[in-house]
T-cell receptor, first 114, second 114 residues
Framework: DSGVTQTPKHLITATGQRVTLRCSPR?????VYWYQQSLDQGLQFLIQ???????AKGNILERFSAQQFPDLHSELNLSSLELGDSALYFC?????????????FGPGTRLLVL | AQSVTQLDSQVPVFEEAPVELRCNYS??????LFWYVQYPNQGLQLLLK??????LVKGINGFEAEFNKSQTSFHLRKPSVHISDTAEYFC????????????FGQGTRLTINP
C-alpha cells in the first residue's frame, strides 16, 4: 500500500458525459501528479500540482482539467468523454515537486467509456 | 525533451534464471532514471532510481540497474528470478532540472515460467 488513495476504482460512463476522479496523496506529500495509461499510448504524464498550484503540464487534453484543494487532495475532471478516453488513470504523490524525489502511485481508476 | 525505449515488449524466463530488461533513453539535458514495477491490477511501485554517483544502483527485491551514459542505457538485471517477479516493468526518465515530468517507456512484460 503506497498510501495514495484513488476513488472510484472503476467508472463506466457514456460518450459525451463528464466524470471526476479523486486522489488523496500520502500524508505529508505536497505534490500530486496525474497519469493516463492506455493500450495505444502507454503511460503518459498529464499534469502536476504542488501545494495547490499547477507546476507542470504534459499531454493533457483541453477537455480535461484538474485542481488541488487546500487539504491537498486533487481531482481530475474529464468532460465530453470519447471512446478513446477509456484508460487507467493514476495519481501519484511526492513530498516535493523536485525531480529526484520518489513518486508514490495510487492503485488507479479504470475508466470505461461506452 | 526526453524519450525512453524499452527494447523488449515481452521477456519469458524460467524460474531461478537471470534476467535483463533493456532500456535506452534520449535526452539533451542531464537526467534521472527510474525503474517501476506494476503487478497485475495494481499501481506502480519504484524499484530503483539513478540520480548521480555510482553507476550501479541496487533496488528492492534483488534488482539492480547500471547507468551507462555513453550508451544512454539503464538496463535492469536480476541474477535469479522468482514466480513472484511476474509483472510489467517500466523504465522512466526525468529531466534533472525543473518539475518532475516522468516519461515512461512502453513497458516490458516479464513472465516467469516454473
Amino acid at each position: 500500500d503506497s498510501g495514495v488513495t484513488q476513488t472510484p476504482k472503476h467508472l463506466i460512463t457514456a460518450t459525451g458525459q463528464r466524470v471526476t476522479l479523486r486522489c488523496s496523496p500520502r500524508s505529508g506529500d505536497l505534490s500530486v501528479y496525474w497519469y493516463q495509461q492506455s493500450l495505444d499510448q502507454g503511460l503518459q504524464f498529464l499534469i502536476q500540482y504542488y501545494n495547490g498550484e499547477e507546476r507542470a503540464k504534459g499531454n493533457i487534453l483541453e477537455r480535461f482539467s484538474a485542481q488541488q484543494f487546500p487539504d491537498l487532495h486533487s481531482e481530475l475532471n474529464l468532460s465530453s468523454l470519447e471512446l478513446g478516453d477509456s484508460a487507467l488513470y493514476f495519481c501519484a504523490s511526492s513530498v516535493e515537486g523536485t525531480p529526484w524525489k520518489t513518486q508514490y502511485f495510487g492503485p488507479g481508476t479504470r475508466l470505461l467509456v461506452l | 525533451a526526453q524519450s525512453v525505449t524499452q527494447l523488449d515488449s515481452q521477456v519469458p524466463v524460467f524460474e531461478e534464471a537471470p534476467v535483463e530488461l533493456r532500456c535506452n533513453y534520449s535526452s539533451s539535458v542531464s537526467v534521472y532514471l527510474f525503474w517501476y514495477v506494476q503487478y497485475p491490477n495494481q499501481g506502480l511501485q519504484l524499484l530503483l532510481k539513478y540520480l548521480s554517483g555510482s553507476t550501479l544502483v541496487k533496488g528492492i527485491n534483488g534488482f539492480e540497474a547500471e547507468f551507462n551514459k555513453s550508451q544512454t542505457s539503464f538496463h535492469l538485471r536480476k541474477p535469479s528470478v522468482h514466480i513472484s517477479d511476474t509483472a510489467e516493468y517500466f523504465c522512466a526518465v526525468s529531466g534533472a532540472q525543473g518539475a518532475q515530468k516522468l516519461v515512461f517507456g512502453q513497458g516490458t512484460r516479464l513472465t516467469i515460467n516454473p
